[in-house]
């Protein structure tokens, strides 16, 4: 990914600052309990994993980026299945990110290098598809998320947009561009439908925002640092039953934890240091409070039981 000068600068000051782990003062902090890792599916290793759904009955579905397919495992973490596989065909993957899952349990995949969105049924087989396209061409989608309505909703890298499609991959809307005022993206990830409300993870602009589903921006979590309460490289967002938003951040490698007024609360570790994982992408937190956080460089999706 091209870096402009702004950036580089950004870069280095950040590498001359002390993350959250290095502050010498103790911050905020809860321990969450280790309960398990998941390592493998029914087919290997999983290779770089990139993101984690919660469907329905429990089952917990992860994008194994690095082997282009999809990773079925019960709220146990045992393996159950995978499906899809390298190519274009239907069905088929190449650089999957993201993944959501609908009311009714249909898993919607972001197949980032074949540019599409596909559909797949609670075990895995295709339903359907359709390409990301934007008012100006294909786009490549970093992640998918299905409102109660129906509507899909998608983060675009290559337009720094959101858009929203219909049930039948229509294009309803997009907004965003990119750019750094409020309601534009630089490299929009991660994105979950809560309440109501669209939160997308805005990377480079190291925030969370938050939106209407008409678009209409609700406010941001989140500021440029390496301190508690900011971001400098946030990769997964999920909120828990209490309407608690739970930020991963890749380059301090630590998830932080904002109150329902999207205040700072505290960071994931104990004794007033992060409990640090490595590079965290994408988590989602099920009905029991447990959180699946995919540790990317770690090969693993790590489960916790939340305090």
Known sequence: MYLSLANCVLLV????????????????????????????????????PTDVAIGSGGNVYVVDSGNDRIAIFDASGKPLATFGGSGSGRGQLRAPIGIGVDRSGKIYVADAGNRRIQIFSVNGRFVSDFPVKGKKGLVKPVDVAVADNGNIYVTGNSNHQLMVFSGSGRLLRQWGGEGTSDGQFRYP?????????????????????????????RFHIGEWGVGPGQMFRPKGVALDHQGRAYVTDSYMDLVQVFDRSYRFAYVLGSGGKPRSFTAPAGLAIDGSNRMFVAEMLEHKVSVYQLP
């Open 13 to 48: 000051v950040a590498l001359l600052l002390p993350p959250l782990s290095g502050h010498a003062a103790a911050i905020a902090t809860k321990t969450p309990r280790h309960l398990l890792d998941i390592k493998s599916s029914t087919e290997g290793a999983l290779l770089l």
């Open 189 to 217: 990830g991660t994105l979950v439908i809560r309440n109501g409300l669209v939160y997308v993870v805005d990377v480079l602009n190291t925030r969370v925002q938050v939106f209407e589903p008409s678009g209409k921006l």
